[in-house]
């Protein structure tokens, strides 16, 4: 279960952002995770929820996950698709001249915090 790992390091950074902001305290935190990122939401939500009660700024932190769609894009017809449907071959002309374009970040996207 790697979603712990990256909990962590995550509460490292929105609690160095918090104490770099005198806030008071972290109220919502918004995280953008991409559907072929491997992340597990309901994991990632667990760890979440018990790491939290071990920092300065997060004991009462909402967290939102955002789900990005994984995209592909083909190199040899110029057409994007879904990848959790068709993987590495594009459906337009069923080449394997592909490439992940989204879906596989996960990135801080908002903080909302109280001063």
Request: charged residues 30%.
């Amino acid at each position: 279960m790697h979603e712990l790992g990256i909990v962590v390091h995550v509460i490292e950074q929105v609690e160095k952002v918090a104490e770099e902001n005198n806030v008071e305290k972290v109220a919502r935190l918004s995280l953008e995770v991409g559907e072929v990122s491997s992340v597990v939401p309901d994991l990632f939500r667990d760890c979440f929820e018990w790491s939290k009660k071990k920092t300065k700024y997060l004991q009462d932190c909402e967290l939102e996950l955002i789900i990005l769609e994984g995209l592909s894009y083909c190199q040899d017809c110029g057409e994007t698709y879904k990848t959790t449907e068709y993987a590495k071959k594009c459906p337009h002309c069923d080449s394997y001249n592909t490439y992940l374009v989204t879906g596989n970040e996960i990135n801080i996207k908002d903080i909302q915090v109280v001063s």
